[in-house]
């Protein structure tokens, strides 16, 4: 009866492992498409930002506007200057 219990628990804690290891590899999946994400908004910010203090305008207030995909974060195309170097971006 302990050898079988024993086995069972071994068993157990093998599929356990498995399960785990599958799950971690997803999260890091997502992670790494998150960081994606987070770098391009963080550069896109940066443009808005440079953008609006090279015209002199105040940034746009976005409380109030909804944003429901990483593309409405996005200033049309050719709305405000990129840098030059992407140095200049940080």
Same mark, same amino acid.
């Given at each position: 009866?302990?050898?079988? #219990?024993? =086995?069972?628990h071994g068993?157990?804690?093998?599929?356990?492992? +498995? *399960?785990? =290891?599958?799950? *971690?590899?997803? *999260? $890091? @999946?997502?992670?790494?498409? +998150? &960081?994606?994400l987070y770098? @391009?908004?963080?550069?896109? +910010?940066?443009? *808005?930002?440079?953008?609006? $203090?090279? =015209? @002199? &305008? $105040?940034? %746009?207030?976005?409380?109030?506007?909804?944003?429901?995909?990483?593309? #409405?974060?996005?200033? %049309?195309?050719?709305?405000?200057?990129? %840098?030059?170097? %992407? +140095? $200049?971006?940080?």
């Open positions: 009866m302990f050898k079988q #219990d024993v =086995s069972g068993r157990g804690i093998a599929n356990h492992r +498995a *399960i785990l =290891s599958k799950t *971690i590899k997803k *999260i $890091e @999946g997502e992670l790494k498409k +998150a &960081r994606k770098a @391009g908004l963080r550069q896109g +910010a940066v443009v *808005i930002k440079r953008g609006c $203090e090279v =015209s @002199g &305008r $105040e940034l %746009p207030c976005t409380k109030r506007l909804k944003f429901n995909r990483a593309k #409405d974060f996005q200033p %049309p195309r050719g709305h405000f200057p990129r %840098p030059a170097h %992407p +140095a $200049e971006a940080r």
